[in-house]
């Protein structure tokens, strides 16, 4: 939060448009055929999850505390799921989505584990 | 036509996903980091879940994608939770501008 | 005994949609795995079984399970606003509220559903008296009572019928 008034609605036009460039990009460049699936929609809907995991990784590098860097871990896992979902659907392998259930149970007792280490206690409470 | 409704699903599913990155990097403090990202990635998660169930139908994996949904729903605000009475613990300030924090003063009245 | 027995026709039900098209050999298995989780953890499953059998709790969780969905979109909507907004609109605190729910099941369920709606996430939860601690985003009011006739009033008096 910077308290300059104009440098403040400076960053906010430049990152709506950085981040429409980016989305616009990934609607209208020709992707390379490796990751043409039998629909190149998905394929792009695939590298649009990828900018929000971009943005989970700059709070994991960036985040001032611990309890930062925890909450994008856990986000991250929670996007790992729909990650799976939309693999499942153009390749036609039903076993992405049994991957989504085990990474959903495993994200959700580390981001347990990772409170039980923030509260500074031992794990056998 | 099912499989126009099932994309319709995973982009509305795309946007607020992004959207709530976009509050995990906008909002000032932990609380309101996970208040954006507990709503939106969730509900955002499981509208993907529901197109990848459109899109299947009732066949094997539309009924786990059914069962992911119901597991999301139920573990990730008890993760939410979790994560912020421990960032509380642990000392985390609210953000500078925030109005009232009744809990850390019930816990300074209880020592 | 009659908690083991529920929680065995659940974990029964939720084998069998895991592996959908059912057959013989899945369902066998099923019964040895589902008989095996609740032989060893059926007590803590529920500590009233007779719940079970009402009819009027299934009817109230069906208008539950709406009520819930439509606040869960508000409050995606309600988030995707603030965070758009140049000037971000947010006037965090964290309130203290009251309820009256007592049951275990309640307190969490009625903790998941203030999470999931509009601008309210639990942080902690003090099941002897019924304190509810919330960080708000855009606090309205400070004072208790008014706090809880605007976040609890909409999910109390469903989950009140459905779990006590």
């Given amino acids: 939060m910077r308290s300059k008034f104009p440098s ?107 409170a039980k280490y923030l509260e500074g206690r031992g794990f056998d409470e | 036509m099912s499989e126009v409704a099932g994309n319709l699903f995973i982009v509305i599913g795309l946007a607020f996903d992004l959207f709530g990155c976009l509050g995990l990097i906008r909002l000032p403090d932990v609380y309101n980091r996970l208040q954006a990202t507990t709503k939106c990635v969730t509900l955002g998660t499981c509208s993907i879940l529901f ?50 924090d009744q809990y850390a003063e019930d816990e300074a009245g209880k020592k | 005994m009659k908690s083991k027995l529920i929680l065995f026709v659940i974990g029964f039900i939720v084998w069998m949609l895991l592996g959908w098209p059912i057959d013989a050999q899945h369902a066998i298995v099923g019964i040895f795995a589902a008989g095996l989780a609740a032989f060893l953890t059926g007590d803590l499953f529920t500590r009233r079984p007779h719940h079970f059998g009402h009819i009027s709790r299934y009817l109230w969780f069906c208008y539950y399970v709406p009520l819930f969905l439509w606040e869960c979109l508000k409050a995606n909507i309600d988030v995707a606003a603030r965070v758009l907004n140049p000037r971000l609109p947010i006037n965090p605190g964290i309130v203290k ?59 109390e008096g469903v989950l009140k019928r459905i779990f006590e």
Wanted: charged fraction near 15%; glycine fraction near 8%; charge should be positive.
């Fill in chain 1, 8 to 114: 403040r609605y400076l960053g906010w036009c430049l990152g709506l448009l950085g981040i429409s460039l980016t989305l616009l990009f990934i609607s209208i460049y020709p992707l390379p055929s490796l990751l043409r699936w039998q629909s190149p929609f998905l394929s792009r809907c695939f590298f649009m999850l990828m900018v929000c995991f971009a943005f989970c990784l700059f709070r994991l590098m960036r985040g001032p505390t611990p309890a930062d860097r925890a909450v994008a871990v856990d986000t991250l896992g929670i996007l790992i799921v729909g990650f799976c979902a939309i693999l499942s659907i153009p390749t036609g392998r039903d076993w992405y989505i049994d991957i989504a259930i085990a990474w959903a149970l495993q994200s959700f007792i580390g981001a347990l584990a990772l």
């Fill in chain 2, 51 to 100: 197109g990848a169930l459109v899109v299947k139908g009732l066949s094997g994996t539309g009924i786990k994608a059914f069962l992911c949904i119901l597991f999301l729903l139920l573990t990730s605000p008890v993760a939410a939770h979790a994560l912020s009475r421990g960032a509380h613990k642990s000392g985390v300030k609210l953000w500078d501008k925030s109005v009232c």
């Fill in chain 3, 97 to 155: 509220v009251m309820t009256s729910l007592r049951s275990d099941t309640a307190l969490t369920f009625l903790a998941n559903s203030i999470t999931l709606t509009p601008g309210t996430l639990c942080v902690d939860i003090s099941p002897e008296e019924g304190i509810l601690y919330i960080h708000w985003i855009d606090v309205k009011s400070q004072d208790t009572q008014e706090a809880a006739q605007r976040i609890v009033k909409t999910f």
